[in-house]
T-cell receptor
Framework: GAGVSQSPSNKVTEKGKDVELRCDPI?????LYWYRQSLGQGLEFLIYFQGNSAPDKSGLPSDRFSAERTGGSVSTLTIQRTQQEDSAVYLC????????????FGSGTRLTVV | QKEVEQNSGPLSVPEGAIASLNCTYS??????FFWYRQYSGKSPELIMF????GDKEDGRFTAQLNKASQYVSLLIRDSQPSDSATYLCAVSLTGNQFYFGTGTSLTVIP
């Protein structure tokens, strides 16, 4: 597609449920990133994929968070047993190489855990 | 210690004035520096990136980098109401991971 596509745009879930967030990067972009942005906070790095290399998971806040990228394209971020502190906007970004010229962000998924 | 620090503002400037946004970073090994603009409820969009000391100009925007002082700034000339947004500074060591500041809120008053 022309841009980074994320779905759903909004998700309300009950505490303790699992959620899956999807990101479809710009065609041909080999690097894919997940960030989250809480109200009044900066962007927090979660995970980075580059091609077929092992992902950089150093930003995942707990083992309830996981992500995969199938076929070097679409990525899914999974949050298990959601907690209220997981409420945030989850942003996906992609770039041609390792972000040296900056990322292009998707429009985000607003997750609300009630 | 925060990696990237910005004054949260809000910064208010009159239409037509120069808006100056500042950012400091802690890691001297940082190689790449970026400014993103984020409108309320929208995702960040890249405005400029700079790698070398000095100034880089693009239209009404000028990025300034001083690695010795670990300081990067964004100047917006002839500010317009449409420039009202939050401006995020981002710093990268390797390109794999960006560290973002919390952003400066800018309001341009007509």
């Amino acid at each position: 597609g022309a841009g980074v596509s994320q779905s759903p745009s909004n998700k309300v879930t009950e505490k303790g449920k699992d959620v899956e967030l999807r990101c479809d990067p710009i065609s041909g972009h080999t690097a894919l990133y997940w960030y989250r942005q809480s109200l009044g906070q900066g962007l927090e790095f979660l995970i980075y994929f580059q091609g077929n290399s092992a992902p950089d998971k150093s930003g995942l806040p707990s083992d309830r968070f996981s992500a995969e990228r199938t076929g070097g394209s679409v990525s899914t971020l999974t949050i298990q047993r959601t907690q209220q502190e997981d409420s945030a906007v989850y942003l996906c970004a992609s770039s041609l190489v390792t972000g040296v010229d900056g990322y292009t962000f998707g429009s985000g998924t607003r997750l609300t855990v009630v | 210690q925060k990696e990237v620090e910005q004054n949260s503002g809000p910064l208010s400037v009159p239409e037509g004035a120069i808006a100056s946004l500042n950012c400091t970073y802690s890691d001297r090994g940082s190689q790449s520096f970026f400014w993103y603009r984020q409108y309320s409820g929208k995702s960040p969009e890249l405005i400029m990136f700079i790698y070398s000391n000095g100034d880089k100009e693009d239209g009404r925007f000028t990025a300034q980098l001083n690695k010795a002082s670990q300081y990067v700034s964004l100047l917006i000339r002839d500010s317009q109401p449409s420039d009202s947004a939050t401006y995020l500074c981002a710093v990268s060591l390797t390109g794999n991971q960006f560290y973002f500041g919390t952003g400066t809120s800018l309001t341009v008053i007509p």
